[in-house]
C-alpha cells in the first residue's frame, strides 16, 4: 500500500509563492507518473503538473511559467513550486501517484492553498 502525504499549503498573498511537497512511502524512482492535482472549490480535481518516471514534466497552461514540478527520487518526495500566485489557484492540491502504467492510483489527502488578493 502506497501513501502519500502532502504538506507546504497555506495563506499566501497574490503574487507569493510556495513549495508543496509529497511524502511517499514507497519507491518512487520506479514509479511511472506522479502529478500534483488543483480542487478549486466547488469544481472538480483539474492535472496541475505530472512528473514521469524519466523526469519528464508537463505542466496546465494556466499555470505554465510559474509552477515547477520536481521530484527527489532519494528522499521520495515530489514538489511543486509555486511561483506568481493568483487568487484563481486557491484550492486544496492533491497528490497523485500511478505506480505502473496498469495498476491503481494513490491519492494523498491533499494541502489547502488560498491566495488573497
Known amino acids: 500500500q502506497v501513501q502519500l502525504v502532502e504538506s507546504g499549503g497555506g495563506l499566501v498573498q497574490s503574487g507569493g509563492s510556495l513549495r508543496l511537497s509529497c511524502v511517499v512511502s514507497?519507491?518512487?524512482?520506479?514509479?511511472?507518473?506522479m502529478g500534483w492535482y488543483h480542487q478549486a472549490p466547488g469544481l472538480q480535481r483539474e492535472l496541475v503538473a505530472q512528473v514521469t518516471r524519466d523526469g519528464n514534466t508537463e505542466t496546465a497552461d494556466s499555470v505554465k511559467g510559474r509552477f515547477t514540478i520536481s521530484k527527489d527520487n532519494a528522499k521520495n518526495t515530489m514538489y511543486l513550486q509555486m511561483t506568481s500566485l493568483k487568487p484563481e489557484d486557491t484550492g486544496r492540491y492533491f497528490c497523485?501517484?500511478?505506480?505502473?502504467?496498469?495498476?491503481?492510483?494513490?491519492w494523498g489527502q491533499g494541502t489547502q492553498v488560498t491566495v488573497s488578493s
Open positions: 497523485h501517484a500511478k505506480p505502473t502504467s496498469w495498476g491503481r492510483s494513490y
Open positions: 514507497g519507491s518512487i524512482a520506479s514509479f511511472n507518473a
